[in-house]
């Protein structure tokens, strides 16, 4: 591994790694704890005989609004096989992408255990589903928010899978959303994030950068 310090000229030691001699478990160590917080993306899926799958992914983020696409990026096991969201987007081309709160996170958490493909994380969690609106892969009730997808493009790697869905419904939390101004209440939305190693994050605490008056008034808390 090559690496050195270096002095700015403002005298701050710089760290300078580089890249092309780490390792890939070196390489996901740095940027998974240096990347963050990350948004993270509870997804459904169907299974080939209809069990309902239910798993978490931090490597996720919204890709734009026209049209309106998000990104999911999924490793490959250690054996080189799917996981159960992989092999189930790539055969249905279907999927549903919710966003955590406070309230389920530690269902959420629960939803990373590694099942056989005929058990559903979904009942391990203790979580409950409602039929989708667009899709046949359902909804989880406990999310505040949940895209209903259909697959638009796949990137493969040796490592990964990357799926770009294309959101074709949106349900949110009774309230969370005022559709006549088409805002969202942010100061009832605490979504959670994913921090280095295994630790996450709150979004509770939240400052604006355009003085005290904007802190107080509407633009902080509605979109």
Request: aromatic letters at 8%; charged letters at 20%.
């Amino acid at each position: 591994m090559s690496m050195a310090l270096w002095a700015s000229s403002h005298n701050a030691v710089v760290t300078e790694i580089d890249f092309t001699t780490l390792g890939v478990y070196e390489r996901y160590k740095l940027m998974a704890s240096l990347i963050v917080p990350r948004p993270i993306a509870l997804v459904t899926t169907l299974g080939a005989d209809g069990t309902i799958n239910a798993a978490p992914f931090s490597m996720f983020n919204m890709l734009g609004e026209d049209p309106p696409c998000v990104m999911v990026s999924i490793n490959r096991l250690k054996d080189g096989q799917l996981k159960d969201t992989s092999a189930n987007i790539l055969r249905s081309k279907e999927f549903v992408v919710h966003l955590t709160d406070e309230a389920m996170a530690a269902q959420m958490h629960a939803c990373g255990t590694r099942l056989a493909p005929h058990e559903s994380e979904i009942t391990h969690a203790g979580l409950h589903v409602v039929p989708s609106r667009s899709i046949k892969p359902p909804r989880i009730e406990e999310a505040p928010v949940a895209f209903e997808c259909v697959l638009q493009e796949v990137m493969e790697t040796p490592s990964r899978y990357v799926f770009i869905g294309r959101v074709l419904w949106l349900a949110t939390r009774e309230g969370l959303v005022d559709t006549q101004a088409w805002r969202v209440r942010l100061q009832d939305y605490h979504p959670v994030g994913r921090f280095g190693a295994s630790f996450y994050v709150k979004s509770s605490e939240r400052f604006s950068l355009e003085g005290p008056q904007a802190a107080r008034s509407t633009p902080i808390d509605e979109m």
